[in-house]
């Protein structure tokens, strides 16, 4: 039987696995780095499974700028890293057709955004169901748990 901590990461590690595989399987992978930033992380309390900032923009797309620049690369750097990635050719040098991609992303998001559709990267994994299943699942090894015990100390009271 596994011990509460265990399961929590035996559930997660369920997880993580799942995005990973519906990341690839949905076309949303390109060098590989989101789905290797997804990690379970555990502490004493229980445990998360984190992932990189943008990891919802794979769920619902990413909508216009609305502010200034974050952390990390320009959307530019990005949408060039993802165009040499994906081994995408144009006419127009990588540099021109990453400026030419950024700026649409800005003013107007990607398309999955833009259709307000989901891709089910994220919500085909973790849903009412996948957590209605881990409720019973975990309540289940806990009933067994403290079934045990009980019977553990009712056979400790009869010696």
Request: charged share 30%; glycine share 12%.
């Amino acid at each position: 039987m596994l011990s509460q901590r265990n399961q929590i990461e035996a559930f997660l590690k369920v997880l993580q696995v799942e995005i990973r595989a519906n990341i690839k399987s949905k076309g949303k992978e390109a060098t590989g780095d989101t789905g290797a930033a997804l990690k379970v992380k555990m502490d004493k309390k229980g445990g998360e499974l984190v992932g990189a900032v943008h990891m919802e923009a794979l769920e619902s797309g990413r909508g216009p700028t609305r502010r200034g620049r974050g952390p990390g690369p320009t959307l530019q750097q990005a949408v060039l890293r993802w165009i040499k990635a994906k081994g995408i050719r144009s006419e127009l040098t990588d540099e021109s057709l990453s400026w030419a991609i950024s700026k649409s992303l800005h003013a107007k998001g990607d398309l999955l955004h833009q259709s307000r559709r989901h891709s089910g990267v994220l919500s085909e994994v973790i849903n009412k169901e996948t957590l209605k299943r881990f409720i019973k699942d975990f309540s289940g090894q806990e009933l067994l748990r403290v079934g045990a015990g009980i019977s553990q100390h009712w056979t400790t009271l009869g010696k």
